[in-house]
């Protein structure tokens, strides 16, 4: 899927502007961080290509993500991404070695939350605690590791209030007459950085209060029978775009590694924060790195989402699929990439699931002795190990395949059965195990003098 192919409004966005000045400040472009050189490459949505990995700090790598919005159950479309970046999670902690200290925002304030409280008869409150926990649930059933850090918006409305109140003082936002205050993108000549955006728009319809169509809501003025709270403005609750910036700011100050979400909140919410977060702070650059997950799409390139009643629930999809066949199905496309889901395309990862399944319960009944069949060539197998034929190599490729597997997120059964008959063979088995892990780790070493480590 194309990295901008996000919503109609998007696209209709898109191709006004194309015919449209566009903002192109060399203030504008992304700025390569100081700091640890990770020798991994990323992908870059400013530059279009793939960047080095530079982080602030050797010891780890500050992660912000993008959570739900809590007013009902999620749908395989959330699992999808959350899925991708817990696999990339994986590998930056168990194959690179970076400890990650991951943030995940919580929305239980929002027009939806209320309507939905409204729609239920049910305290605003009690909805959102509830949903909350299913979601953790269901990422719990998925084996996508929680966030080392859970905040939620409700909790930081002061904070954000003093967030709103630092960007009015610098003059980049203003007050209308309701009580809400607005982002003036005009005086922010580095808008559009990660969407190209002409700032000679003009509004679909007329304006009451906005100066421009580009400007966001800070701070929303109340309305009645709606939780609000207290400000210098006057009673409201916070904006969308705000509370991401302020919580992230709250966890890793001015600036940070990494930040996440769906490719849909590109534009308009990430480009937001960076430009409300950069004026906060007085940065040039407020996230170093921006990940987007491409969206799961049912067949025609119908994207799923509540709005068009077309969900599958995660509960609904785990009576029929297991969570090993989820995150193969994840598996096998680029994480930027939109990935279609049909009956084949879950068929295809059903397959691929089954076979390293087979493979490994297969190699552990050789191992066992229980399986007469087939004939195990070992030397094809590990050729630094002596030629002989004997289950200590395939333990070793067995256990190699299942760590992998297993350091990726799949949980594929153990091989704690696994005897062996005699101290000898024991001593085979261990010494077949540690010269193929040799080998693999020299072949590794042997690639990285001829290219740095990827990430796709």
């Known amino acids: ?70 007013y009902d159950s999620a749908h395989i479309g959330h699992a999808c991404c959350y899925m991708k970046f817990d696999i990339i999670r994986r590998i930056l902690c168990n194959h690179f070695n970076i400890n990650v200290i991951m943030v995940m925002g919580i929305t ?26 299913e979601f953790h649930e269901d990422m719990a059933k998925l084996n996508i590791k929680p966030a080392t850090i859970i905040t939620r918006v409700t909790d930081f409305v002061p904070r954000i209030i003093s967030f709103v109140q630092e960007i009015v003082d610098k003059g980049n936002g203003y007050v209308t007459v309701d009580g809400s205050v607005y982002f003036d993108t005009s005086q922010f000549d580095r808008y559009g950085k990660l969407f190209p955006v002409s700032m ?32 210098p403005w006057g009673s409201g609750r916070p904006g969308w775009h705000i509370e991401c910036s302020t919580m992230a700011s709250a966890m890793f100050g001015r600036t940070m590694d990494l930040h996440s979400g769906g490719v849909d909140l590109l534009f308009p919410h990430h480009e937001n924060e960076e430009a409300q977060s950069c004026v906060h702070h007085g940065v040039s650059q407020w996230v170093n790195y921006w990940l987007h997950s491409g969206h799961l799409h049912l067949k025609g390139d119908t994207k799923m989402s509540k709005s068009l009643k077309n969900t599958i629930s995660i509960r609904d999809f785990l009576t029929k699929f297991t969570a090993n066949e989820f995150r193969v199905f994840c598996l096998l496309s680029r994480y930027r990439n939109g990935v279609e889901y049909t009956d084949l395309s879950m068929e295809n990862a059903v397959a691929v699931s089954k076979k390293l399944e087979s493979f490994l319960e297969d ?27 004997r289950p200590g190599a395939v333990a070793a490729v067995s256990e190699f395949v299942r760590r992998t597997l297993n350091s990726l997120g799949t949980q594929y059964g153990t091989n704690k059965d696994m005897v062996a008959d005699s101290p000898l063979q024991m001593e085979r088995m261990v010494t077949s195990a540690v010269n193929f892990r040799n080998l693999v780790r020299e072949s590794a070493l042997l690639d990285l003098k001829d290219s740095k480590k990827q990430v796709n």
């Open 1 to 70: 899927m194309n990295l901008f192919k996000k919503s109609n409004v998007l696209f209709t966005l898109s191709r006004k502007w194309q015919c449209a000045s566009v903002r192109t400040q060399s203030s504008a472009k992304w700025i390569l961080p100081s700091g640890h050189d990770t020798n991994i490459y990323v992908y870059n949505c400013i530059t279009k290509k793939k960047v080095p990995l530079i982080l602030r700090n050797p010891n780890y790598a500050s992660w912000y993500m993008c959570g739900p919005t809590v």
């Open 108 to 133: 239980d304030i929002d027009d939806k939350i209320i309507h939905r409280a409204s729609e239920l008869g049910e305290d605003i409150n009690t909805l959102t605690r509830r949903f909350e926990a």
């Open 363 to 389: 190699a552990d009944a050789y191992i066992r002795g229980v399986s007469s069949s087939g004939v195990v060539d070992e030397p094809f197998l590990l050729e630094v190990v002596e030629c002989s034929r």
């Open 200 to 231: 000679d728009e003009e509004p679909a319809q007329p304006m009451v209060d906005k100066k421009s169509p580009l400007d966001f809501a800070l701070w929303k003025g109340a309305k009645p029978n709606e939780p609000s709270w207290l400000s």
